[in-house]
């Protein structure tokens, strides 16, 4: 039976299946299961009682004695004359694995180039969502157009070119979801056009590598160092680079690797894609600019808005160069791939007031505070640990003190509930790997959780150290 009340906020249905015979009996099971696999979130209002009753058909009575018995077992909380909600630390009396699992996923969370989603400007989204629907005309409530939706193109075209020094026009201009979309419709194309083998930084996602593979390409790796990724012994088709910020050690492109990797492009007719993930972040001096600019005709530029706004946006745009916009808009169209309109000419509306604009400067505020923070922590509590000098991004590498194993810390961070990955975790290549270091996402925990997980950090960073000494 659906329980399509009112109560759980307009719409909210919850799935109950009510046994006809033993009607409390089985409601307070559902309920309790409900909470449990978090279909019903701490903190979620109950519907009333007499509101739940009517839509299961049993009487009032039977579900506050539901209520009252779930109150009393700490699943539930009762406010005298507020209502009933899922209790904050529900399951505390009856802690089954599940419920520990859950607690314990969300607690602390230093994973590398996750924003922190606390900090997303609601109140100027809902206005430009509010003045971009107001304006919209009809056939925006129609199909998009699979490149994105020409008010995003033509905004993103000029934000491009005057925050990260892109060559760009609203035609070159392709709105996926995601970053990952994007390579994987450019890794189409390009095999689309005879490519076979595509370089990667030795150090990066798993997930890109997996996305590339997918398109049939085959993915090798490039060594990285402090200048970056190394150009020199290249052999492929295509690479895929974070130039500004090298994801995840931190390196910056050197201008003589810049000039040779988009030498090699012109010399062959190759493709660099550049992932300007976090370009827009950086703390120290003035911004890096985008690599695109230095040859338009053979890089790919690729952005987000995963880090100034929030990844559950799932908006990443690519400006791409003249001969590949064909071939990725075939591969879009096989691929079903059109984006939101809706939340595109948000994004347009966003952009074209500013608002853009302000969340990177209130985020890069945010984020360097919190850089700042690490490098007092690490000075100070951490006296044989190292870190990385860039200050730049969400992330930063930390060498650990010697003789310590990032799988120490890993196991001694997941007793702790925190989420914290070693360098290793990144990478793929049989060159000699670098010595052991943790990748300290410092974006991820909300403000409220900012110190807790750096101490859980410390904590673990020691415990695994005075295991490899023995003390
Ligand atoms: C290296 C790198 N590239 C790109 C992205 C952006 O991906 P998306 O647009 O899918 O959030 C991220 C996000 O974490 C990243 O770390």
Not at 160 to 178: I, P
Not at 230 to 259: C, E
Not at 328 to 357: H, K, N
Request: glycine share 10%; hydrophobic share 45%.
């Amino acid at each position: 039976m659906w329980a399509n009340s009112g109560a759980f906020e307009p719409g909210r249905d919850l799935l109950v299946a009510l046994d006809p015979v033993r009607k409390t009996d089985s409601l307070e099971r559902a309920l309790r299961d409900a909470i449990r696999t978090g279909a019903l979130a701490a903190g979620e209002r109950m519907p009333p009682s007499r509101t739940l009753a009517a839509d299961l058909g049993i009487s009032r009575n039977s579900v506050a004695e539901v209520y009252g018995r779930l109150t009393g077992e700490g699943w539930l909380e009762a406010r005298v004359g507020a209502g009933t909600w899922v209790a904050a630390s529900p399951g505390r009396l009856e802690p089954g694995p599940a419920s520990i699992r859950r607690r314990r996923a969300a607690r602390l969370d230093l994973r590398a180039g996750i924003p922190d989603a606390s900090a997303f400007p609601i109140g100027a989204w809902i206005a430009a969502s509010r003045r971009a629907l107001a304006s919209a005309s009809t056939s925006a409530f129609g199909y998009g157009e699979l490149a994105g939706a020409l008010p995003l193109r033509e905004a993103l075209a000029a934000y491009v070119s005057r925050a990260r020094g892109v060559w760009a026009s609203a035609d070159a201009v392709h709105v996926t979801h995601g970053f990952g979309q994007l390579l994987a419709l450019v890794g189409g194309a390009l095999v689309d056009r005879g490519a076979r083998v595509i370089a990667v930084e030795e150090y990066g996602h798993e997930l890109h590598r997996d996305i590339l593979r997918g398109t049939g390409l085959e993915v090798v790796p490039i060594p990285v160092d402090g200048d970056g990724a190394d150009p020199a012994r290249v052999t492929a088709d295509a690479v895929l680079l974070t130039p500004a910020h090298q994801f995840p050690t931190g390196a910056v492109l050197s201008p003589a690797r810049r000039a040779a990797f988009v030498d090699w492009a012109r010399r062959g007719d190759r493709i660099v894609i550049e992932d300007d993930y976090d370009g827009e972040f950086r703390y120290d001096r003035r911004a890096v600019g985008a690599l695109q600019a230095l040859a338009p005709d053979h890089v790919v530029y690729a952005g987000t808005a995963s880090k100034a706004l929030t990844p559950s946006l799932g908006l990443a745009w690519g400006v791409l160069p003249p001969s590949l916009v064909d071939g990725v808009a075939a591969r879009a169209r096989l691929a079903g791939a059109a984006t939101d309109v809706l939340s595109q000419l948000t994004l347009a509306e966003f952009l074209r007031r500013g608002d853009y604009d302000r969340a990177v400067r209130s985020a890069r505020v945010r984020y360097r505070a919190r850089r700042e923070a690490l490098d007092l922590l690490v000075a100070t509590r951490l006296p044989g640990a190292h870190l990385g000098t860039e200050q730049a991004g969400l992330q930063c590498i930390l060498e650990l003190p010697p003789g310590t194993s990032e799988k120490d810390v890993m196991d001694a961070s997941a007793s702790d509930s925190l989420v914290f990955d070693g360098l290793g975790t990144y990478r793929f290549g049989a060159g000699a790997p670098r010595p052991p270091a943790m990748v300290v996402g410092f974006g991820a925990p909300p403000p409220h959780l900012f110190d807790d997980a750096l101490d859980a950090a410390v904590v673990a960073i020691r415990a695994a150290d005075a295991s490899t000494h023995g003390l």
